[in-house]
Structure formats: structure tokens, C-alpha cells
């Protein structure tokens, strides 16, 4: 085991975090909404019509190698071509009325065909481009990639789930390791973890049976849990950012969670209908490790965890500094949420138009190296042309930059919007 340093940039957060050791499971709500676009792949085409009866475990949308399987016992209520997700693409949706009593079966997988169970079983991972899973295994089998890194950390707060898979789930973690050494066979297999998780009892159990396998440890500071920081810590490497990384050094990142579901698929269990995520609640100290089928409204698990909603002032998944607002309570749990972070009324923190007064702190916590005050100042301006030379494309959106800026700048929108107008000339061209 190796204890690693974050090389340099981002940001201490709040050291002090309690993991949860309780699990709470969120019973099924009357309806669910299942999201045609699960991954980065093109939405699903639905193989169920309006009224068809479904089974739990019951292939309902496709496309490719991207699989969609009912989670529950029910009757279609209706295909919705309007739904939007989260970052306001139309996408679709099933609408699924749940049967009060709903099965939760054990599929018997055959081992011998373990690709075949795995593009079945529709797992994705949501380490950089969120794929299918079986479309990881064939990118880093083409690229010959030998080093498979496994991302346990997430920001520090938001990392309830990680340690209840280690403490609580090891011997499922063991399998889903146990499957994809004998898959995959790499040279080195990486457990990536927060230097908190030394404690966390049943780690060497889990390293104990694999001889490719260490654990690295490394300082809580964020956003350690980025790929390109990840990398550069554990394997003192960069790469061309948004280049395919199992191409470049021949290493690929896969998510805790997909072990997880990899080995719960093999030990008979039918993934995402206990989809494991983290809510963090108000002062960052509240979290909870909870279980949800997916489909599942955000606003159901809310009030099934007492959230006083009109206390709320929004919801945010997938981290609580880079995350994205949710448009409404109504927004279905999905395969690549795995954080939902509520702030509270009174804790928003006000952006604001103010002028930058070159104190210098963004550039200072920009792990990217990058000059955070000019990609802002020149995507503000309209001065694109500027913007690559000062490397905007290397910006990983982690928002250190806009969490220290003292006047409260949006920089990260600013960087945003500055991006999408390099990539709109781009398309045009
Ligand atoms: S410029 Fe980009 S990479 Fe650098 S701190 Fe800001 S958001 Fe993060
Ligand atoms: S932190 Fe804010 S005020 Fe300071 S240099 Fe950066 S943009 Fe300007």
C-alpha cells in the first residue's frame, strides 16, 4: 500500500466527515421514470409499447451494446419522446407504474459467458465518457491497456457510498475484482482511496487474494477524485486531456460503483435495482448512504429521508462544487448519478458581474495550471481567439477557481460558455 501526495492546485475541504454505516434502503414509489439516455451513448430505442406488462429483469430499450433493463414488476404507462435529462437533452422516457408488490430476482448467470451477462445486465461505468461496460472492457483490451486504475474517492464529503462498499460490501467488491482479473487479466490492478479509508476494515481481506492488486492512498483534497489529477498523483503521468486515455499510457479508470454492480452481477443480482449513492444534506456533515431503484424521483428519496423541501433551495448531482442543478424534484434517479447534494435555503453563494480585482487565488488553486481570471475575462469579452492559447481545453470544470474567487465571479460558467463557442466555430468550419 502506498501513500500518495496530490501533486498540485485544488482544495482542502472540510477534513472532518462522518461515513455513514447505516445503509437506507428507499422503498419503490408507485411510478417510476426510466431515462432512454443512461450513458453517453445516443438515447435507447424502447422495445415495450404503452400498456405491455413488464417483469424486473425484463430487457426494455436498446441500442447497441447500451442495454435498459426494468428494475421492477409493472405495466408501461407511457413512452415520453419529450423528457429532458438533467442537462436539458430531449432523451425520452419509459413511464413505469409499479406493481405493489414488486419481484427482486436472482438471475442465474452462466460463467461462461460472462461478456455476454455483462452487456445483459446493462452496467455502465462513469469514469470519464459514461459507456456500457462492455464497451470499457473492448477499449482497453484494443488499446493493450495493462494498468487498470479503480476510482474510490469522490469529494470528500460525498464519499458515504465508497466507504460503505469497502466496509460493508467487501466481499462483493472481492468478486467483482475476482471478475475482471479473470477478464481482463492487467498487470496492475490500482485501488484508488482518501487516506480516511486506512481504517476502514477488510481492505487487506480484499487485497489478500489478488497479487496484481495494491491500494494507494492519497490526501483529501479536491478534486483529487478527476481523472487527469488521479493519474498524475498515482502514476506521475499527464496526457492530452480529452485524448482516450487507455491510448495514450495504456491505463484506464473504471468507478468503485462498477465493481460493485460487476460483482454483484455475479454473485446473482440484478443491477440498479439498489443502486447505492450518497445524499449530502444542508452542512456537509449530514450524509447518508442510501439504496434506490433507479427510476426512482430525487423528490421521493428526499421525503423518504425527511427533507423539508421548502427548505430547500437546490439540488445538485454529481458533486457539491462542480455539480449540475436539477430543474425539478420530479428528475428520475439514473445509472451515472451517484451523488445529490440539497443546499438550503440561505447557503446559495450569490455569483455576481463584480470586476476581478487580481488577487490572484484562482490561479493559484487551479489544478490544470491554467489561468482561470483570462479564460473568464476573455470568454466574457468575446475574445475567443485568446482562449486556446491560454489552454481552455485543458479546464476540467472542477470550479476550484470559482469556490476561492473573493468577488464571487461565475468563472466556471464563463469558461463554459467560452468552451461552447470554440466548439460551435469548430462544428461550423
Ligand atoms: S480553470 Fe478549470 S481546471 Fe482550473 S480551477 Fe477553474 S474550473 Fe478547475
Ligand atoms: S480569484 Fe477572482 S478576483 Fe481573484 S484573480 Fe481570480 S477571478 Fe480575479
Redesign the pocket.
Known amino acids: 500500500m502506498r501513500d500518495l501526495s496530490f501533486s498540485s492546485g485544488g482544495i482542502t475541504l472540510k477534513p472532518l466527515v462522518v461515513y455513514p454505516e447505516r445503509l437506507t434502503l428507499i422503498p419503490l414509489p408507485k411510478k417510476i421514470t426510466l431515462s432512454l439516455k443512461q450513458d453517453s451513448i445516443s438515447p435507447l430505442i424502447p422495445l415495450v409499447k404503452k400498456n405491455t406488462q413488464v417483469k424486473a429483469g425484463d430487457k426494455i430499450a436498446q441500442k447497441g451494446s447500451s442495454t435498459l433493463i426494468s428494475p421492477v414488476d409493472g405495466r408501461v404507462l407511457q413512452i415520453r419522446k419529450d423528457f429532458r435529462n438533467y442537462l436539458g437533452e430531449e432523451v425520452g422516457a419509459i413511464d413505469i407504474e409499479v406493481n405493489e408488490i414488486s419481484s427482486f430476482p436472482q438471475k442465474d448467470f452462466n460463467k461462461k459467458e460472462q461478456l455476454g451477462n455483462i452487456i445483459e445486465s446493462g452496467i455502465v461505468d462513469t469514469q470519464g465518457q459514461i459507456l456500457p461496460l462492455i464497451e470499457k472492457f473492448e477499449i482497453i483490451q484494443k488499446y493493450k491497456a495493462d494498468t487498470i486504475i479503480i476510482n474510490g474517492l469522490e469529494e470528500i464529503v460525498a464519499n458515504g457510498r465508497n466507504y460503505y462498499f469497502l466496509q460493508k460490501k467487501n466481499q462483493i467488491i472481492a468478486q467483482g475484482l475476482k471478475t475482471l482479473n479473470e477478464l481482463l487479466q492487467p498487470k496492475r490492478l490500482i485501488i484508488a482511496l482518501y487516506r480516511d479509508f486506512r481504517r476502514v476494515e477488510g481492505i487487506e481481506e480484499i487485497v489478500g487474494h489478488h497479487n496484481n492488486l495494491e491500494i494507494v492512498f492519497l490526501k483529501n483534497k479536491y478534486p483529487q477524485h478527476r481523472i487527469p489529477i488521479l493519474v498524475r498523483s498515482i502514476l506521475k503521468q499527464d496526457y492530452p486531456i480529452n485524448e482516450i486515455i487507455e491510448k495514450h499510457l495504456k491505463v484506464s479508470i473504471l468507478d468503485l460503483e462498477t465493481i460493485y454492480e460487476l460483482g454483484r452481477l455475479f454473485n446473482g443480482y440484478m443491477p440498479y435495482r439498489e443502486k447505492l449513492i450518497t445524499v449530502v444534506k444542508g452542512d456537509l456533515t449530514n450524509t447518508h448512504v442510501v439504496g434506490a431503484s433507479i427510476g426512482t424521483p430525487i423528490g421521493h428519496i428526499l421525503n423518504q429521508l425527511h427533507v423539508d423541501l421548502n427548505s430547500v433551495s437546490k439540488v445538485v448531482v454529481n458533486g457539491t462544487i462542480s455539480g449540475t442543478s436539477l430543474p425539478s424534484l420530479d428528475y428520475p434517479l439514473t445509472k451515472e448519478i451517484g451523488i445529490i447534494f440539497v443546499q438550503n435555503k440561505g447557503n446559495e453563494v450569490e455569483f455576481c458581474e463584480e470586476v476581478?480585482?487580481?488577487?490572484?487565488?484562482?490561479?493559484e488553486v487551479c489544478p490544470m495550471n491554467l489561468m482561470?481570471?483570462f479564460l473568464?475575462g476573455y470568454s466574457q469579452s468575446n475574445q475567443f481567439d485568446f482562449l486556446t492559447k491560454f489552454n481552455i481545453g485543458s479546464c476540467i470544470e472542477c470550479g476550484c477557481?470559482a469556490y476561492?474567487?473573493?468577488?464571487n465571479?461565475p468563472?466556471v460558467q464563463w469558461i463554459k460558455y467560452g468552451k461552447a463557442h470554440l466548439q460551435a466555430q469548430k462544428s461550423i468550419a
Not at 476561492?404 to 468577488?407: D, G, L, R, S
Open positions: 476581478c480585482i487580481k488577487c490572484g487565488l484562482c490561479v482561470p481570471l473568464s477557481c476561492v474567487c473573493p468577488v465571479i468563472l
